[in-house]
């Protein structure tokens, strides 16, 4: 149920966004056929007006739906590589849990459905826990006499 929800609302934001983008890119296109019907450059820059060139128009409404393909398609593909929602994380061994039966580490999961690039460090907390470990398993140096 939970994961649905999970889904539901990362498809709600997607549909919020191609829906703006399909918004602009149909300003754009109406843009287009008015600068045909009216020739807006004329219009602001004192020019002499030319005729409707439908040939342009269309040209111009075809790579202006190409654009507005490629854009909503790259939008979809980086939304589902977008980590959102609760995610439950084992308080012991920090894997992530991917559904009722099945858990995986968080570096794979974050790798698998991220952008995100994994590096490894120590908190000054561990830092000092991990030299104490070190320094107690140093062998005593051997004194000569």
Same mark, same amino acid.
Not at 23 to 47: H, K, R, T
Not at 61 to 87: C, D, E, F, W
């Given at each position: 149920?939970?994961?649905?929800?999970? @889904?539901?609302?990362? /498809?709600?934001?997607?549909?919020?966004? &191609?829906?703006? %983008?399909?918004?602009?890119?149909?300003? !754009?296109?109406?843009?287009?056929?008015?600068?045909?019907?009216?020739? !807006?450059?004329?219009?602001?820059?004192?020019?002499?007006?030319?005729?409707?060139?439908?040939?342009?128009?269309?040209? !111009?409404? &075809?790579?202006?739906?190409?654009? &507005?393909?490629?854009?909503?398609? =790259?939008?979809?593909?980086? %939304?589902? @590589?977008?980590?959102?929602?609760?995610?439950?994380? *084992?308080?012991? *061994? @920090?894997?992530?849990?991917?559904?009722?039966?099945?858990?995986?580490?968080?570096?794979?999961?974050?790798?698998? =459905?991220?952008?995100?690039?994994?590096? =490894?460090? !120590? *908190?000054? @907390? *561990?830092?000092?826990?991990? %030299?104490? %470990?070190?320094?107690?398993? /140093?062998?005593?140096?051997?004194?000569?006499?």
């Amino acid at each position: 149920m939970k994961k649905m929800q999970g @889904r539901k609302r990362k /498809a709600d934001g997607l549909f919020a966004v &191609a829906f703006w %983008q399909f918004m602009a890119f149909s300003m !754009l296109i109406l843009v287009i056929w008015v600068n045909e019907m009216v020739d !807006l450059s004329s219009l602001w820059f004192g020019g002499m007006p030319e005729g409707m060139n439908v040939f342009r128009g269309f040209v !111009l409404t &075809a790579v202006a739906i190409v654009v &507005a393909v490629v854009t909503v398609g =790259h939008t979809y593909v980086q %939304q589902k @590589r977008i980590i959102s929602g609760l995610l439950t994380v *084992c308080a012991e *061994c @920090r894997k992530i849990r991917v559904d009722e039966e099945s858990w995986t580490q968080l570096d794979d999961y974050i790798s698998e =459905h991220s952008l995100a690039l994994i590096s =490894h460090g !120590l *908190c000054p @907390r *561990c830092f000092e826990i991990v %030299q104490q %470990q070190i320094r107690d398993m /140093a062998p005593t140096p051997i004194t000569r006499s």
